[in-house]
C-alpha cells in the first residue's frame, strides 16, 4: 500500500464509520468516544514522566496488561497512558484502574500524530502485536522517543511479506526494539532485513493468565456458585457452539453435570434467544446472591467472569472454532490443567495449534460434532485418568511458557529507557 493509499483510508474510514454510526452501536461507540480527545488528554501536559501503551482491541490489552502492571510496580513515578483503537477494548477497560488515563487513539494522520505526542510527551510507547499506524511511528521515530513492539506474531501471507508491502515493511523500521512471539516470526524479518533488533520474547498472556490462575479462589460468587459441582464451562460462545451444545446438554444433565454458558455476546437478544434454546436456564444475575442453583444450565450474562469460571470446569470448552472466526484464547482455559476442547478453526492462532499438538486440548472434527463430542465426553467420564492427563498437559503447556514480561523489562532496564 502506497502512502497516498494510506492516507485516503486514514480519512475515508472516520467518515464511513460516521455514516454507518445512527445505524450500528460499535460505529457509534467509535466516532462518539473520540470526541474531545484532545481536551482530555491536556490534563497529561507537563505532569511528569508518562509510560504509552497502544492496543488495538480487547485482545491484546490482555497481553499487554502484564506488563503494564509491571511497569507500574517498578516505575511507580511513570504516569501511564493506555489508548485502544477498537470500542469493544476502550468500552471494556475504560475504567482500568492500572493506567491513569485511557483513552481511544486518535486517528492516524500527520496532523493528530504531532499534536497527540506534543501534549502527552511519552518517555516510552509500547505497541502490542499487530498494531500499526504510519504517521503515529514516524513522529515517534523522529523524536528519538523508545518504541517497542511487544508479543508480535508474523505470518507469511501478511503484507509486510508481499511485493506491495514495502510501507507495512518502512513501519517496521520505526521500532527501537520487536519482541516476537516465536522462531518463524523472527526469521521472517530477518529475510526482509529486519533482524537486527529483533529477539524471540514469547507470548504475554502466558505470564497473565498464570497471574490470574494465582489469585485466590474462595469467596468468589464463582467459587460459592460453582464449588463442588461437575460443570462444563462454554466460554465465549457463538450460535454455533451454543447449538452445539444443546444437542449435548440431556446427556449431560442426566449425568448430573452442569452446563455453565459465557457467551461472546451479552446483548438483551441474544439473552433472550439463549433462554429459548436453553428452557431451564437460570441467569448469573439472578442468582449471584444465592448459595445455590437447582438448574441443569447457568447463563452468564456478565462480562468479565470467563477467565475466573474456567478454573470450575471438569472440561472446559472454548467457543469459536467452529466458525470462520476462529477459536478464542485457549490460554485462560488451559492454565487450570483441565481438558480444553475447541472446534477445528484453529489453524490462525498458534497457541491453540501447539496446545493441540502437544496432546492438551482436543479438537473437534468438522462433520458429526455433536456425537464426537459426547463420545469424548463419555470416555472422560468413565476414565478420569485420562481428563486428568490432558488436564495435566494443558497446565504444563502454559507453564512453560511464561517469562515474556520479563524478558521485556529485562530489556527495559538494561537499556535505561526508564529510570527511578
Same mark, same amino acid.
Given at each position: 500500500m502506497s502512502q497516498f493509499f494510506y492516507q485516503l483510508f486514514c480519512w475515508t474510514y472516520p467518515l464511513l464509520l460516521r455514516l454507518a454510526a445512527?445505524?450500528?452501536?460499535?460505529a457509534r461507540a467509535w466516532v462518539?468516544?473520540?470526541?474531545?480527545?484532545?481536551?482530555r488528554l491536556e490534563v497529561l501536559r507537563g505532569k511528569g514522566p508518562l509510560v504509552w501503551m497502544h492496543c488495538a482491541?480487547?485482545?491484546?490489552?490482555?497481553?499487554?496488561?502484564?506488563?503494564l502492571e509491571s511497569i507500574r510496580k517498578?516505575?511507580?513515578s511513570y504516569r501511564i497512558l493506555l489508548t485502544f483503537f477498537?470500542?469493544?477494548?476502550?468500552?471494556?477497560?475504560?475504567?482500568?484502574?492500572g493506567a491513569d488515563q485511557v483513552e481511544y487513539l486518535p486517528m492516524d494522520g500527520p496532523r493528530n500524530a504531532k499534536r497527540f505526542l506534543e501534549i502527552v510527551e511519552p518517555k516510552l510507547v509500547i505497541f502490542v502485536k499487530y498494531e500499526f499506524w504510519f504517521f503515529y511511528l514516524k513522529k515517534i521515530f523522529y523524536r528519538n522517543i523508545p518504541l517497542l513492539l511487544v508479543s508480535a506474531y508474523f505470518r507469511p501471507s501478511m503484507s509486510f511479506f508481499r511485493w506491495y508491502g514495502r510501507l507495512s515493511r518502512k513501519m517496521l523500521t520505526r521500532f527501537h526494539h520487536i519482541f516476537v512471539q516465536d522462531e518463524l516470526s523472527k526469521k521472517l524479518l530477518e529475510q526482509i532485513g =529486519? $533482524?537486527?533488533?529483533? *529477539?524471540?520474547?514469547?507470548?504475554?498472556?502466558?505470564?497473565? %493468565?498464570?497471574?490470574?490462575?494465582?489469585?485466590?479462589?474462595?469467596?468468589?460468587?464463582?467459587?460459592?456458585?460453582?464449588?463442588?459441582?461437575k460443570a462444563v464451562i462454554v466460554g465465549s460462545s457463538w450460535p454455533a457452539d451454543e447449538a452445539l451444545w444443546s444437542a449435548v446438554q440431556p446427556w449431560l444433565q442426566a449425568r448430573g453435570i452442569a452446563l455453565v454458558l459465557v457467551p461472546h455476546e451479552v446483548d438483551s437478544n441474544h439473552l433472550q434467544a439463549l433462554q429459548k434454546q436453553f428452557p431451564t436456564a437460570v441467569r448469573y444475575s439472578e442468582i449471584a446472591a444465592q448459595k445455590?442453583?437447582?438448574?441443569?444450565?447457568?447463563?452468564?450474562?456478565? =462480562? $468479565?467472569?470467563?477467565? *475466573?469460571?474456567?478454573?470450575?470446569?471438569?472440561?472446559?470448552? %472454548?467457543?469459536?472454532?467452529?466458525?470462520?472466526?476462529?477459536?478464542?484464547?485457549v490460554l485462560e482455559a488451559a492454565v487450570y490443567a483441565r481438558p480444553v476442547i475447541t472446534g477445528p478453526r484453529i489453524e490462525k492462532y498458534r497457541e491453540a495449534v501447539e496446545l493441540a499438538r502437544t496432546n492438551g486440548s482436543y479438537t473437534l472434527p468438522t462433520e458429526k460434532t455433536s456425537e464426537q463430542l459426547?463420545?469424548?465426553?463419555?470416555?472422560?467420564?468413565?476414565?478420569?485418568?485420562?481428563?486428568?492427563?490432558?488436564?495435566?498437559?494443558?497446565?504444563?503447556f502454559v507453564q512453560a511458557r511464561t517469562g515474556a514480561v520479563d524478558r521485556v523489562l529485562r530489556y527495559i532496564q538494561e537499556n535505561r529507557l526508564l529510570t527511578n
Open positions: 445512527p445505524f450500528h452501536p460499535k462518539e468516544g473520540r470526541r474531545g480527545i484532545f481536551d482491541s480487547l485482545g491484546e490489552f490482555e497481553q499487554g496488561r502484564p506488563l517498578n516505575y511507580p477498537s470500542p469493544s477494548g476502550y468500552e471494556h477497560q475504560k475504567h482500568f484502574v =529486519i $533482524g537486527q533488533n529483533v *529477539e524471540i520474547g514469547g507470548d504475554t498472556r502466558f505470564d497473565r %493468565v498464570r497471574t490470574l490462575a494465582q489469585l485466590p479462589a474462595t469467596g468468589s460468587t464463582a467459587h460459592r456458585l460453582l464449588s463442588g459441582r445455590n442453583w437447582d438448574t441443569e444450565v447457568l447463563l452468564i450474562d456478565r =462480562i $468479565g467472569l470467563l477467565a *475466573e469460571l474456567y478454573r470450575y470446569g471438569w472440561v472446559n470448552y %472454548v467457543g469459536g472454532g467452529l466458525t470462520h472466526g476462529g477459536v478464542h484464547n459426547q463420545r469424548q465426553l463419555e470416555a472422560w467420564l468413565e476414565d478420569p485418568l485420562q481428563a486428568d492427563a490432558m488436564g495435566e498437559r494443558a497446565g504444563r
